[in-house]
């Protein structure tokens, strides 16, 4: 287990009063596992990853964690649009003070083997949707971290762009042998996209079922052809209560 | 590459545009040309009293005598020295109290409101503290022309800060950066289009400080020749150095201007 949380709950505290997010969740994930969480929007998934990557600690239970680094994926690209796709890339090693030669080679070689070799000197606001959500993943990758954290990252996406950038992203993270997380309300591409769904509940959430995807060959356009496909998207759609 | 492979449509439209750009640029200068024209028209037929109104080429005149006599530079330097001191002083300490402020929640907190009262507070009325204070030479009117445009580069500056992308802030923290990192590699290169409004509001500001300044207390510089002329009614020496005040203040925001086009770029 890369990654296993036992009973654990968080609580916010606000002005006017407090929230119990999360409440005995318990779940865990393997070394190189694709893992979505699922569930209704407002229950707390962003909070979840926030715990993972420690940015928060748990009210309660514990989280166990190998010694893994986090790479996050948020929503938006959040290129910064004053540096150059390359710059861009080269940001975590600048913040995390690790902006070595062989990690700046490190980060344009999955540039370059991921496309954007032609890219690397323009600034973001010249490329497409879908590119850029590239080169924010390339930039996650870059500083060769073990899990990565997606925080719906295709959401900002028209859906024919979504649907590309799906398979892209999926099929970059299982060649680069990567850990994932993936936080999404979209059961499709929850579906889609992992090797393990885990169901949430509505606040305070806590798992209502995990599932083992196995069909398909691995990849999302095989996995939304089969008709396996369509029976777990009623059992997710039954769990999560729609 | 360029025009070769161009459509016919293209090139109609850019040169419709270039029609247009033309367009205007004439219509600015006519209008000013029409005005100076009337103006020039009604004096001399006296229409209106060029003692009153002075008239473009008593002005022109009144240059040319500022010029022989030699006092012409003399004052358009000292004011355009204490303008730009008191503008670069203005915006580094501000821009530095702004990133104090944006470094620590608690003295913005703090200083609210101070800063508030403080731009609310029409600076003027602090002249005669600031003669008792600290005389009746440049350093007076240079910190008349620092309060007047430190206040809302403090406070420009702040909203630029704080106005940098959420989602950006979200990822640097992600990242594990500091705060002094999340400032360095974000807020600052974020918010160079706010800077840029703010030295375009902070140079007009600075004019009115000098300018506010030497009307309280001065014995040169165009503030004093606008009141001195004032009150002896020599209103040629008024318009002439508004005039030259005009130049001056479409000069500055012109290079801030081109500092916009080199850092925007």
């Given amino acids: 287990m890369i990654l296993s949380f036992n009973d654990v709950g968080y609580t916010y505290h606000t002005k006017d009063g407090e929230t119990n997010a999360i409440e005995h969740m318990s779940f865990g994930i393997e070394r190189g596992q694709f893992a979505s969480l699922i569930g209704p929007s407002g229950c707390g998934k962003t909070t979840i990853l926030s715990l993972t990557a420690g940015l928060l600690k748990p009210s309660s239970g514990e989280i166990r964690r190998e010694n893994a680094e986090f790479g996050y994926m948020l929503q938006r690209d959040a290129l910064f649009p004053w540096r150059t796709v390359e710059a861009n890339i080269f940001l975590p090693l600048e913040v995390k003070n690790r902006n070595t030669p062989e990690m700046r080679e ?59 950038v799906c398979d892209d992203v999926q099929a970059i993270i299982k060649s680069e042998k990567k850990t994932a997380i993936l936080v999404t309300h979209d059961m499709s591409e929850a579906i889609a996209l992992s090797d393990k769904v885990i169901v949430l509940s509505s606040r305070p959430a806590t798992v209502v079922a995990e599932h083992i995807i196995d069909f398909g060959d691995n990849t999302p356009k095989s996995r939304r052809e089969c008709p396996e496909f369509s029976q777990t998207f009623e059992v997710l759609r039954s769990e999560l209560g729609l | 590459m360029k025009n070769a492979n161009y459509s016919k449509e293209h090139l109609l439209y850019l040169r419709k545009n270039r029609r247009y750009k033309i367009i205007i640029n004439v219509v600015r200068v006519g209008l000013l040309a029409c005005i100076l024209g009337i103006w020039e028209l009604l004096a001399h037929y006296k229409v209106i009293d060029s003692f009153i109104t002075s008239s473009p080429s008593r002005v022109v005149k009144t240059l040319q005598d500022l010029y022989a006599n030699g006092t ?42 101070y800063i508030v009262v403080l731009n609310a507070l029409p600076k003027i009325a602090l002249g005669p503290l600031i003669i008792i204070w600290m005389g009746t030479g440049y350093p007076a009117i240079i910190f008349m022309t620092v309060i007047v445009a430190i206040i809302v580069c403090i406070m420009n500056t702040l909203t630029g800060f704080l106005s940098v992308d959420k989602t950006m802030l979200t990822l640097m923290q ?36 000098s300018v506010m300044g030497e009307y309280v207390s001065s014995r040169a510089g165009l503030g004093y020749l606008i009141v001195y002329g004032g009150q002896v009614f020599k209103l040629d020496l008024v318009m002439t150095s508004t005039f030259i005040l005009c130049i001056l203040a479409g000069g500055m925001y012109g290079i801030i201007a081109l500092i916009e086009k080199k850092l925007t770029k």
């Fill in chain 2, 72 to 113: 012409l530079f003399k004052h358009v330097g000292i004011t355009l020295m204490e303008t730009m001191v008191g503008f670069v002083i203005a915006v580094v300490l501000g821009y530095t109290i702004a990133v104090l402020l944006y470094m620590s929640d608690a003295a913005h907190k703090v200083f609210e409101p």
């Fill in chain 2, 174 to 209: 992600a990242m594990g950066a500091k705060k002094h990192v999340i400032l360095f590699k974000l807020i600052i290169p974020a918010s160079v289009p706010s800077l840029i409004n703010t030295l375009k509001v902070a140079v007009g500001l600075a004019w009115i400080g």
């Fill in chain 1, 106 to 164: 490190n980060a344009l070689r999955l540039a370059e083997k991921y496309g954007l070799k032609d890219f690397l000197k323009k600034k973001p606001n010249e490329l497409s949707g879908g590119m850029r959500q590239r080169v924010a993943l390339i930039r996650t990758l870059a500083a060769q971290p073990d899990i990565l954290l997606l925080d719906e990252p295709f959401s900002a996406l028209d859906y024919q762009t979504r649907l590309k």
